[in-house]
C-alpha cells in the first residue's frame, strides 16, 4: 500500500525546486495534491501562477496522480485561506500543509532596505503562518464535531535560520521564527490530532545556485547529492500516518544525510542571591562562557 494513500496534500511553492520535488514524491506515494505557486521570479518578482503550477500538476496526472493548480498568495491572509478551502472543496478533507514557499533578497544589513526585509519576512514568516492558521481551524473544527484527525504540517526553516548566514539578516530571521513557531505550534496543536515538524534542507534550487555552483554538473558516481529531490523523502514520511509520534522537531536534511537539529537550550548559569553590580557582571559572564560550548559558526563567516 502506497505511504499517503487517501491523503490530501498542500505543498506551497511546489511549482520548481524542492517543493515540485515534494509534490511529485507525494504523489508517487498515493496522495492528492494542491500545487500552490505563484510562479514568481528568485526575487518575488513577476508571475506565471498558472503555467509553473499547472506544468507540475500535468507531471503528478502523467504518474496517474490526482493534483490540482493553485495560485493564491499564501502570505495573504484571504489568500491562504482560499488556498486551504480550495484543497477541502476539491478533495473533501485536507491531512497535510507542507509550507515551502519563498524568495530571497540577500543584502548585508547595512545595505538592506525596508522593503527587502518586509517581503522576505511576510512571504517567509507570514506565508507559514497564515496557511497554517487557516488549516489549524479546519482541523479543530473536524475535532470538536468528533470527527478523528491525523494531520500534519511541516514547515521549512533553513540552516541560515538555526546558525546564522552573513547577507542573509532578513531570510535568517524569518527561517528562525519558522524554527519558533513550529516548536509553538506542535504544543497547541497536539490535542487536535496535528503533528508540526520543520526541515531544513540543504539542496540545488534557484536560492542556493550560487552556493552549490561547484555541485550543478551531473558526479560521475551517479549520486547526485545536491538534487533537491533527495530532500523530499523526509518530508513525505512526515506527512504520513507513520510520524505520529513525532512532532515539535527540526530536521536538517542534506544529500543522503539526515540529523535532528538542537536548538536552544538553558546552559550555565551562576546566582548571587541578589542584584548584580554592573562592576561584578565581566567576570561572572567569563565564568558562564568559559563553562558553555562555543556555538556554531555563522555561515559565510570568516
Known sequence: MSLLAGRVVIVTGAGRGIGREHALEFARQGASVVVNDLGVQLDGGGSRAGEVAESV????????????????????????????????????????LVNNAGFVRDRMLVSMGEREWDDVVRVHLKGHFAPMRHAAAYWREQFKAGNQVDARVINTSSGAGLLGSIGQGNYGAAKAGIAAMTLIAAAEMRRYGVTVNAIAPAARTRMTEEVFAETMAPPESGFDAMHPGNVSPLVVWLGSAESKHVTGRVFEVEAGIISVAIGWRHGPRVDKGGRWGPAEIGSAVDKLLAEAPEPEPVYGAS
Open 57 to 96: 500538476v500535468a507531471e503528478i496526472k502523467a504518474l496517474g496522480g490526482d493534483a490540482l493548480a493553485n495560485g493564491d498568495d499564501v502570505s495573504s491572509w484571504d489568500g491562504a485561506a482560499s488556498m486551504v478551502n480550495s484543497a477541502i472543496d476539491a478533495f473533501g478533507r485536507l491531512d497535510v
